[in-house]
C-alpha cells in the first residue's frame, strides 16, 4: 500500500477533496491530508460535494502537519494555486509534486463541483503516474 500526504494551507477544501478522491478511487492507494494553518473544520460545502459523490468518511478531519509528520509517506503532493497562495513544504525528504488548483473557499457550491472535477480529472491520474513509475519508492 502506498501512502500519499496531499498539503495545502488550511486544510479545509482542496487538500480534504484531493484525500477522499484518492482513497476513493485509486486501489492501492491511501491518502491523508494536513495544512501547515489547518483552518480546523472541513467547508461545508467540501463535505457536501464529497457526500453528492458518495466518497464522504467522518474521519475526514482538518489537521495540521504535526499531526501526520511522523508517518511513512511515499509522495507528499501540494494543491495550492501558485497565483494567491505560497505552498507549503514538507520539512522531510519525500518525493513531492505541485498540482495546483484554485481555492473554493468562500465561492457558491458549484465551485466546489468545479474543483472536485478538477482534482479527480488532473491530480488523480498524476498521483497514479508518479507512483507507478517510481516503483523504488
Request: glycine content about 6%.
Amino acid at each position: 500500500m502506498k501512502k500519499v500526504l496531499v498539503m495545502c494551507t488550511g486544510n479545509s477544501c482542496r487538500s480534504i477533496i484531493g484525500e477522499a478522491l484518492i482513497n476513493a478511487k485509486l486501489d492501492g492507494i491511501e491518502a491523508m491530508s494536513c495544512g501547515v494553518a489547518p483552518s480546523g473544520k472541513v467547508n461545508p460545502n467540501a463535505k457536501k460535494v464529497l457526500e453528492q459523490n458518495d466518497i464522504w468518511k467522518d474521519e475526514y478531519h482538518s489537521k495540521s502537519l504535526d499531526e501526520v509528520i511522523n508517518e511513512h509517506f511515499d509522495l507528499v503532493v501540494t494543491v495550492c494555486d501558485h497565483a494567491h497562495e505560497t505552498c507549503p513544504m514538507f520539512p522531510r525528504s519525500i518525493p513531492k509534486i505541485h498540482v495546483g488548483f484554485e481555492d473554493p473557499d468562500g465561492k457558491g457550491y458549484e465551485a466546489f463541483e468545479q474543483t472536485y472535477k478538477e482534482i479527480e480529472g488532473v491530480l488523480l491520474p498524476k498521483v497514479l503516474e508518479f507512483l507507478t513509475n517510481n516503483r523504488k519508492l
